[in-house]
């Protein structure tokens, strides 16, 4: 009921001698139900009370309806009553509300409404101003994008619609925030203070600023996260820090806070009363996690409070309401940017934790499970990857704003003791070793190389080899590949479908690559089966005797010397015993005019076919291409 003269409603129910109670269906007032269970009940005399599901966070009214409407890039209208829901709908629109009065928006999960188009009818009093204003608040960090409308006449959207207008004619007012309305202000470039970026960890962690720490899983992201975060808490990092012990706050969800969290960060150095942990208590539960952006406020304040420098999210997506995907844009958005603006509001670092994807690239932002926003947000991004050569980890800011440079570190994780409540307990703490040279997306890059014959070719040569050198270091294995023409990301996906046995010896530790058992004995068959004596040999004279003639120059590679045979050979029974005492003892190759082991043991006299090494007429080639071509692996 509305009257167009503006007087009470009281008064003309009583002109017509009706209450108020006759305006609603029972005596006793209405009762709005709610999609958790939830049921708000209203007196005639505008008293409210709950009942059914009233514990936990709140939920808004009529919210499937909400999702539906979102859904289909429709318009929510937020209004100040489940009355003035009702008469919104009446018009064909999707309105919702937080039950409980004005008061209450603060305590209702808004993150269905987020990235909508929102519409805030507000009541025209104090009370509607303030309501207007904590949505507002609390929906713009979420992505909203939103309108501030008032009716057209009467104080709330109720009396709007009474009054027989459309949603069309709602009046729309100034945006409203604490201390006013929204206006733009213009700052001349003159009038900027500049400053100079400061670091808490230098080239990698800025101050004030959002960072993600991203790997592969099962690379120790979270022992790397506890190393920073530690002397952090003593006022040893080396930094803006350095001096000031600060308190850090870390979020988990994966790790267990007794037997993982807590003992790895103690391992790592940590004063640990100042490592502050969070739970969230609810109605139904004392041990909660935080969900963001709905309770960045609440971490807000926990950081003002307790003078907080370090927040390590670990994992970062672990955090993030249900209601926004990882996997889009502007849900990622919706959940970092929020996170972004208090990091430099409050001059602290926030540390997320993400996972790569199993696919191979240098773009380490595109590696990330998910949206290509999470890097694009972060100020930041520290990349895990391991160098199989040493077996270390190598750590590089792979996307760094402020950076002046790339830098990477070496890093490997040992394990020491720690003293826990109930015992001592072995636990990996990282040891930074320096500076590396390698660059953590050139070991996540894998290869562009999709020719299956060129991977093929890598395979059958990478066979050939060990067998020839049995376990060599990686790196010789590399070395030597790229004077065969072979990429590195080519020989490791080589080794990869060879399934090449990788063992780290030594100190520092070395990376040696073998072949597998089953390869090793198939190549020993083959060589078996070409080195086997012939039925009938043929002695050839002394004058006819393959003479091995020492190499025109220094052999730099003698280390396989003790293989080869003592004198020229005497027939074919008496062949070099693998291809590596071919290789290792005379250098045979390409262009390489040297005097070679013969089939015959006769003088040569023309060129081999396959590689230019003088031959006898009288044979097809050398040893080498014949045991290549007999061999399956001629070049």
């Not at 209702?108 to 519409?119: F, H, I, T, W």
């Not at 470039?189 to 899983?217: H, Y």
């Not at 015992?423 to 290869?447: F, H, K, P, Q, Y």
Request: charged share 25%.
């Amino acid at each position: 009921m509305h009257c167009h003269a503006g007087c009470e409603t009281t008064d003309v129910l009583a002109g017509v001698e009706l209450s108020m109670r006759d305006l609603f269906d029972e005596p006793s007032g209405t009762s709005y139900r709610y999609d958790d269970g939830r049921v708000v009940h209203r007196t005639v005399e505008k008293k409210f009370k709950q009942s059914g599901t009233t514990k936990g966070t709140a939920q808004l009214y009529r919210l499937s309806k909400v999702l539906t409407a979102i859904d289909h890039d429709q318009i929510v209208y937020l209004v100040e009553g489940e009355k003035d829901v009702h008469a919104l709908e009446s018009l064909g629109v999707t309105a919702t509300t937080s039950p409980m009065g004005a008061g209450n928006f603060g305590k209702v999960d808004p993150s269905p409404l987020a990235g909508a188009q929102v519409v805030i009818v507000a009541d025209k009093d104090k009370a509607g101003e303030k309501y207007a204003s904590t949505a507002m608040e609390i929906l713009l960090p979420l992505g909203c994008e939103i309108q501030l409308m008032h009716a057209k006449v009467g104080k709330d959207a109720a009396d709007h619609v009474a009054a027989g207008h459309s949603v069309d004619e709602l009046v729309p007012v100034d945006l409203p925030r604490r201390g006013g309305v929204r206006r733009l202000r213009i700052t001349r470039g003159s009038q900027v203070q500049t400053k100079r970026v400061l670091w808490v960890m230098q080239d990698w962690i800025p101050t004030g600023s959002l960072t993600l720490l991203a790997g592969r899983e099962g690379l120790g992201k979270s022992t790397i996260a506890a190393a920073i975060g530690a002397p952090i808490t003593r006022g040893t990092l080396l930094g803006e820090l350095f001096g000031t012990p600060r308190n850090i706050l870390y979020v988990h969800t994966e790790d267990s806070r007794e037997f993982t969290v807590a003992p790895r960060l103690k391992a790592a150095g940590a004063d640990m009363d100042r490592v502050l942990f969070v739970d969230v208590e609810t109605d139904t539960s004392d041990s909660g996690t935080l969900v963001l952006p709905l309770d960045s406020s609440m971490v807000e304040e926990l950081i003002v409070a307790h003078d907080i420098a370090f927040v390590v999210l670990d994992a970062a997506t672990s955090s993030m309401s249900s209601e926004l995907s990882g996997k889009d844009d502007r849900a990622v958005r919706q959940y970092l940017e929020p996170l972004s603006q208090l990091a430099a509001r409050r001059n602290c670092v926030v540390l997320g934790i993400c996972h790569f994807g199993k696919r191979d690239g240098a773009d380490t932002g595109k590696l990330i499970l998910g949206s290509i926003a999470w890097s694009q947000v972060a100020r930041s991004v520290l990349s895990v990857a391991q160098d199989e050569d040493s077996g270390n980890l190598v750590v590089t800011n792979t996307k760094g704003n402020l950076a002046p440079r790339t830098l990477s570190m070496n890093a490997t994780i040992v394990s020491t003791t720690v003293a826990t409540d109930d015992g001592a307990a072995e636990v990996g703490v990282i040891e930074w070793l320096g500076e590396s040279e390698r660059d953590a997306r050139e070991l996540l890059s894998g290869t562009d190389d999709d020719d299956a014959d060129d991977r093929t070719a890598a395979e059958k040569w990478l066979q050939s080899y060990l067998h020839q050198e049995g376990k060599t270091p990686a790196k010789q294995v590399k070395v030597d590949a790229r004077k065969e023409g072979i990429t590195e990301p080519t020989i490791k996906r080589a080794a990869k479908k060879l399934g090449i046995i990788y063992e780290y010896e030594g100190y520092p530790k070395t990376s040696r690559w073998s072949l597998p058992d089953n390869l090793a004995q198939s190549d020993r068959q083959k060589h078996d089966s070409l080195t086997r004596d012939p039925t009938e040999p043929t002695e050839p004279t002394s004058d006819d005797l393959g003479k091995r003639r020492e190499p025109t120059g220094t052999d730099t590679r003698s280390a396989q010397w003790d293989h080869a045979p003592a004198s020229g050979h005497t027939g074919p029974g008496t062949a070099p015993r693998s291809i590596s005492t071919f290789t290792e003892v005379v250098g045979a190759g390409p262009g390489k005019v040297l005097d070679t082991w013969m089939v015959s043991g006769e003088p040569s006299s023309k060129p081999c076919p396959g590689c230019g090494t003088p031959i006898k007429l009288n044979v097809s080639g050398c040893v080498p291409c014949v045991l290549d071509k007999a061999a399956g692996i001629a070049s």
